[in-house]
């Protein structure tokens, strides 16, 4: 792409003399509103206090701009987007694997393990594996899966009901809303 000076131009912040509104709301450092003045002015009190005018909202009526040291002000943006990004959990999918021979403290072990994922917030897939002739009982296997469900209905709600693929028949749970 080749970078024209139009191009350039809106990758540049809006500050000091790049605000082009006829009228703005200008807030002093303090906090405090200094009422709806031209850019010109705005600029004038700013560069008096040797800081910078800064374009905060376009969205407003009129829009709003604040003196700040803009260095500063970028860094605290950043901060608080490092701060949000921190905060936030992404739910990943954690699979449970198991037989339809399952014995009872195999089952008991699948069940605990499920119930971990999902408290840490987690969705869990509920697989049931068949080797050989043993997919003929996939009728035992989705018996399987709905006595999982039921075991975690307290945690979990069901988002895939048990249906096969290939030689696997598999279940989706998502942790309840709170």
């Known amino acids: 792409m080749v970078l024209t000076k139009k191009n350039r131009n809106r990758d540049l912040p809006t500050i000091n003399e790049r605000i082009r509104f006829p009228e703005i709301r200008v807030i002093d450092t303090d906090g405090a509103q200094l009422g709806i003045m031209p850019p010109s002015e705005a600029l004038r009190i700013a560069e008096d206090k040797d800081l910078d005018l800064v374009l905060v909202s376009d969205k407003a009526n009129p829009p709003v701009c604040r003196v700040v040291d803009y260095g500063k002000y970028k860094f605290e943006q950043e901060k608080?987007?490092?701060?949000?990004?921190k905060k936030q959990h992404t739910s990943d999918v954690k699979e449970v694997k198991m037989r339809y021979k399952i014995e009872e403290h195999d089952y008991n072990?699948?069940?605990?393990?499920?119930?971990?994922?999902?408290?840490?917030?987690?969705?869990?897939?509920?697989?049931?594996?068949?080797?050989?002739?043993e997919i003929q009982h996939a009728d035992l296997a989705e018996v399987l899966l709905k006595r999982l469900a039921h075991?975690?209905?307290?945690?979990?709600?069901?988002?895939?009901?048990p249906k096969r693929e290939g030689r696997n028949m598999m279940m989706m749970l998502s942790p309840k809303k709170v």
């Not at 699948?110 to 969705?123: H, M, P, T, Y």
């Open 80 to 85: 608080k987007a490092r701060e949000a990004r």
């Open 109 to 133: 072990v699948r069940v605990n393990q499920a119930e971990r994922f999902l408290k840490s917030g987690d969705k869990v897939k509920a697989t049931v594996m068949f080797r050989g002739r």
């Open 151 to 161: 075991d975690l209905q307290e945690l979990a709600e069901v988002q895939q009901t």
